[in-house]
DNA sequence: CAAAAAAGAGAGCAGTGCTCTTGCTTTGGG
DNA sequence: CCCAAAGCAAGAGCACTGCTCTCTTTTTTG
């Protein structure tokens, strides 16, 4: 099944992605709401009925979507990074933060499909959690590193929040203080509502230079997680063990 | 035109909120891409061209909608302000943050209505943007408070972002210090990014006590716009003038 | 080589937004 | 008061959608 060989077998993967390109095609040019079976089968010179070979429903096209949107993303930002990788940890962080805004802005229907409103009753099967992390690991990565070497601020953290705090410490990054890791979540958050305010329009009449806003912002929440804004000068080296 | 009176002008305004009230049931329930004129029309009874009288196209339903979520939820974050009018800044802050949230969870699909990523080809009309500012009104009135009374740290600024800050600051709140209103900008796009990931399921696996992690970090989000956090005792009052 | 699996083509169903024409009812000016 | 004008409901119809089912052709496989 996984390696079938022969020419039919070829050609399945072949159509298979000249049907995901078109689709892609009209994903960006008019939206996943505007995205139709029938418009791809007929750009393909297929048949629509056709087409229900290769994808079960339109919701397993745009799930395929979705999966291929993460990883574009995901690849964008490792690209960023690894191109920021001399450069100290706050530098890369930014440097990852402009690479996300970067492809929101430069595709907007896919960043849409990804982090905006779920479509009419659609919900994400398992198969898009690895791809969807990619992002947040590169984080994590970055964080991990400075805590290892140049060192780490801890940002406070009240009591209440300490036993969820070390639970997703558990569940994430079990080699990092809870404190960071609840910091990071956090910013992580903040990060895309930054950016998907900017996209989806929010910040009309409000932000006119959002580029340097941006960069500022996503300074701040490099600040906020612990890692050192450029003024403070070196932090301490992480204290406890 | 507008105060028209006899029974055709008030037939016509009962029918009009029959209309939004069925189509918001069925917002509520399905989302807004499965809201149909059509039934709309099916469940009140009337064919559905009949309908087009009273909102000449899909998206004009829609639009009346977006008003309408915009004003509940400014509606709700107000009165949450004015239950802890007795509180101090950061109380307010922070009960106004969570009754948005609060709101969000209650009405998933009117807050991807009118904060997930806008539907087909539709751009909302001058029309939502003064109920959409509710919000952002009321976080800066409760910042303007602090600064006028119990003090208000400053965030910095760096040099680059100056200008854009006093535009903004120009804009929006001429008598707050420019990196006040940057950084509640800032602040209100992030709090906004907090909400929308838990309710379009990006925390799923990633943070489970989800009150406790908003209401920590909500706080965080006033400490960065310089409004005292509790630990750290009473915060010098505003230096300049 | 024959049986089975895969693929394409076409018709058809139920649903959608929206338009146009046809009558009926309320409204307002002479 | 009455009658033309405007407002409204109803129905038919167009072009489109996702999806299913059947029928035929092609390729793979035991």
New interface residues.
């Given amino acids: 099944m996984s390696t079938a060989h022969g020419a039919r077998a070829r050609a399945r993967i072949e159509v298979t992605a000249a049907i995901k390109d078109e689709a892609r095609r009209q994903l960006a040019a ?2 996943a ?2 995205l139709s079976l029938r418009a791809v089968a007929r750009e393909l010179g297929m048949v629509s009925s056709a087409l229900y070979r290769y994808f079960p429903s339109r919701d397993d096209l745009l799930t395929a979507l979705i999966i291929d949107a993460y990883d574009s993303l995901g690849g964008t930002a490792e690209a960023a990074h690894e191109a920021a990788a001399g450069s100290g940890p706050l530098q890369r962080w930014i440097a990852v933060c402009e690479a996300v805004r970067r492809w929101a802005l430069d595709h907007p229907h896919e960043y ?2 990804i ?7 659609y919900t ?1 099967p398992d198969t898009t ?1 690895p791809p ?1 992390a990619r992002v947040g690991l590169l984080l994590f990565a970055i964080v991990r590193d400075a805590y290892r070497g140049l060192g780490l601020a801890r940002p ?1 953290l ?1 009591a ?2 300490r ?2 705090a070390e ?2 410490a558990a ?2 990054a079990p080699d990092l203080p809870p404190e960071t890791v ?2 990071l ?2 910013a992580w ?6 950016v ?3 996209l ?4 009309n ?5 959002r580029e ?2 941006f960069r ?2 996503a300074g ?1 929440l490099a600040h ?1 997680v612990g890692l050192v ?1 450029p ?1 403070n000068g070196p932090a301490a080296r992480n204290p406890a063990s």
């Fill in positions: 008019e939206g709401a505007r849409a499909l982090y905006g409103s779920p479509v009419p009753g994400a959690v969807a406070s009240p209440d929040l036993p969820e639970r997703m569940d994430l609840a910091a979540v956090a958050a903040q990060l895309f509502g930054l998907g305010f900017e989806f329009g929010q910040f009449r409000v932000v006119q230079d340097t806003f500022h912002t701040q906020g804004y003024q």
